[in-house]
């Protein structure tokens, strides 16, 4: 109920009533207090664009909320949105706290329910980006008992602990995520690569990795970090994986070259995979506590006996368990971090989700545990700026800068590419592709289609909307063109240029910059994923899995060790 509004009400009420005490003569107004009720359509603006809602408000009662026509992400809308609309009915105002991991999407839906609010005649105070619900008071609460408890609500962490209890039903698992949703960055992938034996691979015949499928593998990656024995235990999981996930309704059909998966041609393999590990933990009855985060170890004599936690509450306590496993990704979103272990990597934003910000790091350090790699960072060549979306794959491209010039070869990468970019008029560069790069590659037509690039049937259309020099980028696509068609050299790369682009739009465009994508460094965990001491010895009662160890590999690696840490967790019990 919103208590202004209530407290006008009564106000008006008691005047009434002293009215009519104080004068036999004197009119009684007995007009009922106004109440607001009705259907109200708002709007405001979310991560995408224009988010719509439908508000039903009865008697000043906010009794439903539903979600119109928006451009905000799916798989945060879809996860956010529920809980944003259970925590306003539930207030009967938007002044709530945003879901964390979706606060743009939650500050648009505050803002929509506001107005409609507004609409009605109620009173409701502004909602800003940090209009959050009352402050609660910090508590210390009784500790909980578990058999396994994971810390991380990512690809890696749904595995692990989906496999814990798969392999040992009656066990009490535990799984803590510190955002309101889960699934971490996996569910804004389009690529489940490293992926081997899988069905779609059979159908498409590739046969280096149907036919002798691990030792392929294991040759394809003798070279990229690993231990022997974790790649051993890599390369099985990987002939494994598409079994498992098609045992739980998670189908990868589109095998798009190597080992490259996607759900569909149409479809990222992300979004899918990440549903159906939530939707499987939940058929397990796993205990899931979203925001809850993962603050320190519990440690004993050297052996791990739990964690301390801290939830949405503000609500403190252990969760005391024979194993931990450890699971909450890498630390791209952590500056800090990023400055201290590979220095020159922190100029750069981040593609990863905004839980990355290497939460154990510290923790692992003070108990003397073995890390392994922490200069090491993965940066992804161009993503959307403003946005995080990773961007490119067009079969042909050129990057430009706000005087429609090229600087840097095309092909380049890494943090030089970033750095580049970086130094030119603004900070701006321009990805301009043309119809054959739509059509070349899913994820351009995706976000050409969702919007986020501009369109426009010349160059000096491009160029019109972007806000650059129209006369220097047609020449620079001329010379461009050009070289390309004569087979000659390219100024920057000092390579033939595959194809010209076409003559004719029309053409597609958007501003990127490089990104840390991943940190690739870590705890060091062994082919059964226990964490190590600097000694090398087995750290009692600890498993880690995934972007907060060091691992060569990506997504499928993660979710791999997640089920080899789960896998091991559930054996220790016996």
């Known amino acids: ?55 039903t408000i009865d008697n000043n009662v906010i009794t439903d909320i539903a979600l119109g026509e928006n451009h905000e992400t799916n798989v945060v809308i879809d996860r956010a949105f529920p809980i944003i609309r259970d ?88 799984l803590v995520e510190k955002f309101d949703i889960l699934s971490g960055n996996g569910k804004f992938d389009m690529n489940f690569y490293d992926l081997i034996n899988s069905e779609a691979q059979k159908a498409a015949g590739t046969e280096r990795y149907t036919e002798n499928a691990v030792e392929n593998f294991i040759e394809d990656m003798k070279d990229a970090g690993d231990t022997a024995e974790r790649l051993q235990v890599w390369a099985e999981q990987e002939a494994q994986l598409d079994a498992w996930l098609r045992g739980m309704g998670v189908e990868l059909d589109y095998n798009y070259g ?44 050297g052996e791990c006996k739990g964690v301390m ?11 005391l368990a024979a194993a931990t496993i450890i699971a909450t990704g890498g630390f791209c979103s952590n500056k800090e971090l990023v400055a201290e272990y590979a220095p020159g990597y922190e100029v750069l934003n981040t593609s990863n989700q905004l839980g990355t910000t290497g939460d154990f790091v510290k923790v692992f350090e003070k108990n003397g545990f073995a890390m392994e790699n922490m200069d090491m960072v993965r940066v992804f060549p ?43 008029s603004d900070g701006a560069a321009y990805y301009i592709t043309d119809q054959s790069g739509y059509d070349s590659f899913y994820r351009i037509r995706k976000h050409v289609n969702a919007g986020y690039y501009v369109t426009g049937q010349t160059m000096a259309e491009i160029a019109e909307q972007l806000g650059i020099d129209a006369e220097q980028l047609q020449a620079t696509f001329d010379s461009f063109n050009a070289a390309a068609a004569a087979g000659e050299n390219d100024e920057f790369s000092g390579q033939p240029e595959n194809r010209p682009m076409d003559a004719q739009g029309p053409y597609y465009a958007v501003r990127v910059e490089s990104a840390n994508h991943m940190t690739k460094g870590g705890v060091v965990a062994n082919e059964k994923a226990q964490v190590l001491y600097e000694d090398g010895s087995v750290v009692k009662g600890l498993y880690a899995s995934g972007e907060v160890t060091w691992q060569s590999g990506g997504y499928s690696q993660s979710v791999s060790f997640g089920r080899v840490a789960g896998e091991n967790a559930a054996a220790s019990l016996e």
């Open 1 to 55: 109920m919103n208590n202004k509004f209530v407290k006008a009400s009564l106000a008006g009420l008691m005047a009434v009533s002293l009215g009519a005490c104080s004068s036999s003569n004197a009119p009684v107004d007995n007009k009922e207090p106004e109440t607001a009720a009705g259907t109200f359509e708002a709007k405001a603006s979310g991560y995408g664009g224009e988010l719509n809602l439908t508000v």
């Open 258 to 301: 190597s080992t490259n998966h996607m759900a569909k041609e149409d479809q990222y393999a992300g979004e899918v995979v990440q549903a159906g590990l939530e939707k499987r933990a939940q058929a397990l009855n796993i205990d899931i506590r979203t925001g809850t985060k993962g603050n320190d170890l519990i440690m004993e004599n």
């Open 309 to 319: 936690v801290t939830n949405n509450n503000n609500e403190s306590y252990n969760i």
């Open 87 to 174: 925590r306003i009915l539930e207030a009967n105002s938007p002044v709530v706290d945003s879901v964390s991991a979706a606060t743009f999407s939650s500050f648009a839906v505050k803002s929509a329910v506001a107005d409609a609010m507004k609409q009605a005649g109620m009173e409701v105070e502004a909602i800003t980006m940090t209009t959050a619900g009352p402050a609660k008071e910090a508590k210390t609460i009784e500790d909980v008992n578990a058999d396994i408890v994971v810390v991380g609500g990512g690809p890696s962490g749904l595995a692990a602990a989906i496999t814990a209890k798969e392999a040992n039903p009656d066990a009490n698992v535990i």
């Open 382 to 424: 161009l993503i959307i700026s403003v946005r995080r979306d990773l961007t490119g794959g067009a079969d042909q491209f050129i990057l430009v800068n706000k005087e429609g010039n090229r600087f840097i070869a095309e092909s380049a990468g890494g943090i030089k590419l970033g750095t580049t970019i970086q130094a030119q």
